[in-house]
């Protein structure tokens, strides 16, 4: 292992429906390249066969081209990390197998990555970085967490959702308004238009730091119903009014966590990560709050909130500098603990 010499970690991402490789060197991004599947759109959602298939299609062309992007050969790679978990687990599998086969040709070290664990690691992509100690708020169409981020091995969950995740409840929200998938950033883009107290969406009353979404989504369900009897154009009449006032209630819901989270801790670095850190409603609601309670406020370029392999390859960097390798018996799994 070389420690205090240039280090070259290949990082690959394949959890869901989007197919990545990136190359960091001494942890800075060199290259980050993103295939995305259209082909489920047709289907409103992940349809999770036709994604393993996409990324035996798009993984090699993919690792080529962050190769061939970060201008290094393969010769040059000191480990490759890969998402073991959590995800689809046909999708996952692809990217195992491949990262395996590839250490293996190299004979260089395997280093097995946690999603939500890289999500969080995704504000040390970039400059200024926070220091440790921090709080992340973690969002996205699976998981929605309290981080307490001690340094980057070493990280507890505070809160988590107790059922659906908070992406979830926009893409289902998006979907009772009859929007195309994925209806999460739709709604974000018809919110700007709106009028975010129009309507009233009851906030779970859930103890300590945890969350919970399905009972704003049932909330969102019965007051569609009750005003389409009412009113057949009920939806296309106050769409804006309707985006915004369920996305204020989302995001009322997170950041009223974060806060009781900030005040139980003392922690005043705060860090947002996940595909859902994206919206800009919930970017600019945490810049206020973190303007009011003076935060140290740290978010991901756009380009590292989804899905990516940047966040893989920078937590890949930080566990091979601390000695970490995975054997090749490793394996991936669609639910796995941190």
């Known amino acids: 292992m070389k420690r205090g010499e240039d280090t070259y970690i290949l990082g690959i991402e394949s959890s869901c429906d989007e197919t990545s490789a990136a190359v960091c060197h001494n942890g800075k991004i060199l290259s980050n390249i993103i295939a995305t599947q259209a082909v489920h759109t047709q289907y409103g959602g992940v349809v999770p066969e036709l994604a393993s298939r996409a990324h035996m299609q798009n993984i090699v062309p993919v690792v080529d081209q962050a190769i061939v992007d970060a201008g290094i050969t393969l010769d040059q790679l000191d480990a490759i990390a890969f998402t073991s978990s959590p995800g689809l687990i046909g999708a996952l599998l692809v990217g195992t197998g491949f990262a395996k086969s590839l250490a293996l040709s190299l004979d260089i070290p395997l280093i097995a990555v946690h999603h939500m664990q890289a999500h969080v690691l995704s504000n040390l992509i970039a400059d200024p970085q926070p220091e440790f100690p921090f709080l992340c708020l973690t969002v996205s169409g699976g998981h929605t967490q309290i981080v307490l981020c001690k340094d980057a091995l070493n990280m507890e969950i505070l809160g988590e959702t107790l059922d659906d995740a908070a992406g979830e409840a926009f893409d289902k929200t998006a979907k009772l308004l009859g929007l195309p998938y994925?209806?999460?950033?739709?709604?974000?883009?018809?919110?700007?238009?709106?009028?975010?107290?129009?309507?009233?969406?009851?906030?779970?009353?859930?103890?300590?730091?945890?969350?919970?979404?399905?009972?704003?989504?049932?909330?969102?369900?019965?007051?569609?119903?009750?005003?389409?009897?009412a009113d057949p154009d009920f939806i296309s009449h106050h769409l804006p009014d309707i985006c915004a006032s369920a996305q204020y209630c989302i995001v009322n819901i997170l950041l009223h966590k974060l806060k009781k989270a900030s005040l139980q801790t003392g922690i005043k670095t705060i860090c947002l990560a996940g595909g859902v850190s994206a919206n800009k409603g919930l970017r600019n609601a945490i810049q206020e709050m973190a303007e009011k309670y003076q935060w140290k406020l740290f978010i991901p370029e756009m380009e590292y909130c989804t899905d990516n392999a940047a966040m893989i390859a920078v937590t890949g960097y930080h566990r091979f500098l601390a000695g970490f390798s995975s054997p090749l018996t490793v394996s991936a799994s669609a639910r796995a603990a941190w």
């Not at 399905?214 to 007051?223: A, D, N, P, R, W």
């Open 182 to 229: 994925p209806g999460g950033p739709l709604i974000d883009r018809y919110a700007k238009e709106g009028d975010p107290k129009k309507f009233h969406f009851p906030e779970p009353q859930i103890e300590g730091l945890n969350f919970s979404f399905s009972g704003v989504k049932t909330s969102i369900l019965y007051f569609l119903q009750k005003q389409l009897k």
